[in-house]
């Protein structure tokens, strides 16, 4: 069973940044796809950005340009690098991945980032604020 542990959310105003971190406990976390996804109140969950596991990255439309991610397979780590925050970016951020080789990443209808065939493993998330 793997797990995902996530880190670095907070409550910061529009235009600043924050790093969000997530922690995999999986011997083979390079082979892994893995992506960040968000829900706000009252909103369905969305793909914010995804990294199958030959590095190919996507990004949601509403973060592309401003929001960065990466793996350290070393560390085990996935991040995403969030500059210019604006208060649509208020949610709880999740971390997913899956074994899968077949796992990949792209950006679906509605500009959002959609995961296929499945995302097994899913974190407990990590708030982030951002005040006008």
């Known amino acids: 069973q793997v797990q995902l542990v996530e880190s670095g959310g907070g409550s910061v105003q529009a235009g600043g940044s924050l790093r969000l971190s997530c922690a995999a406990s999986a011997y083979t976390y390079s082979r892994y796809c893995m992506g960040w996804f968000r829900q706000a109140p009252g909103k369905e969950r969305e793909g914010v950005a995804g990294i199958d596991s030959d590095g190919s990255t996507s990004y949601a439309d509403s973060v592309k340009g401003r929001f960065t991610i990466s793996k350290d397979n070393a560390k085990n780590r996935l991040y995403l690098q969030m500059n210019s925050l604006k208060p649509e970016d208020t949610a709880m951020y999740y971390c997913?991945?899956?074994?899968?080789?077949?796992?990949?990443?792209?950006?679906?209808?509605?500009?959002?980032?959609?995961?296929?065939?499945?995302?097994?493993?899913w974190g407990q998330g990590t708030q982030v604020t951002v005040s006008s």
């Open positions: 997913a991945a899956d074994a899968d080789t077949r796992c990949v990443f792209w950006v679906g209808p509605r500009r959002t980032v959609v995961a296929g065939p499945r995302l097994s493993y």
